[in-house]
């Protein structure tokens, strides 16, 4: 079913780390498109705060403090969305970063998979068959990252998370695909947002970096033209460039390069001739 058909429909939209950053445009976004809001954060402070704003402009607004690594309360989350009327959209968008090594930090690799995906994982499992079944037309977005698809070094544990996300959204595609369902699904890859956690070491935006809004509005016009992959540029890194090292990226695997060649010494000036190529 197309995006223009869901907002036809109307009905929730449920956004987990819905408080702040990209979540919280998306729910501004959604509210203004006519959709109810149910936000789920860890922070209930924040949760607090975001509510106030979106009612003070004339959003209906529910709010759940939930871990989203937790399955049964993301199973308790779809109860209480499902008792209040239609999902109509699942945002799984909270996420978490720490610094990792690939021999190092065992207990925040288990930390950020937990809530990177898992979190995404279980909003899937507990709202998704109830969207079928509801045979109306819904969307599944699920957050991913540009470091999920080009892997680079440096924080393994985040990137191997995102790379799962990607996996687990294109798997769910398919599936919806195959058995003619109403519901779609997309993965949203934001480029260099602006957001709470980029704010607390840049007290001021980046040149380079869009604004959550920005991203946001990216996302949903590329919902309405049916894409899965959707990869937000910035004001640095084109839809072009982004193109480029993807397509370098699966150029290891197909070419025998070294692993993440891109960042090798000895195939550096390559890669710089074809990203501008």
């Known amino acids: 079913m197309t995006w223009t058909e869901t907002e036809k429909s109307g009905g929730l939209a449920v956004i987990t780390g819905g408080a702040s950053g990209v979540g919280l445009a998306a729910a501004e976004l959604l509210s203004g498109r006519g959709f109810d809001l149910l936000l789920a954060d860890r922070d209930a402070n924040a949760l607090e705060k975001a509510a106030s704003g979106l009612k003070a402009g004339g959003a209906s607004v529910q709010t759940a403090v939930v871990d989203v690594a937790d399955t049964a309360a993301m199973h308790k989350l779809a109860d209480h969305a499902f008792a209040s009327g239609p999902v109509a959209v699942l945002m799984n968008n909270a996420g978490i970063a720490r610094p990792t090594g690939t021999t190092t930090e065992p207990d925040v690799w288990r930390q950020i998979l937990d809530v990177n995906f898992y979190g995404v994982l279980n909003g899937v499992q507990a709202f998704v068959p109830r969207m079928k079944d509801a045979g109306r037309a819904a969307a599944v977005i699920n957050t991913g990252s540009k470091q999920g698809i080009t892997t680079p070094p440096g924080n393994p544990a985040y990137n191997v998370s995102k790379a799962a996300v990607k996996v687990l ?88 390069r070294p692993a993440l060649s891109r960042w090798h010494p000895e195939w550096k000036d390559a890669f710089t001739r074809f990203e501008g190529s």
């Open 169 to 256: 959204t294109e798997q769910l595609a398919h599936e919806l695909r195959e058995e003619a369902s109403q519901v779609s699904a997309h993965l949203f890859v934001p480029g260099f947002t602006y957001t709470g956690m980029i704010a607390a070491f840049m007290p001021e935006k980046p040149p380079a970096a869009w604004t959550s809004t920005e991203c946001v509005d990216y996302l949903f016009d590329r919902v309405a033209q049916g894409d899965f992959y959707i990869l937000c540029p910035d004001n640095d890194v084109t839809e072009a460039k982004d193109a480029r090292r993807v397509l370098w990226a699966a150029g290891d695997i197909a070419e025998n």
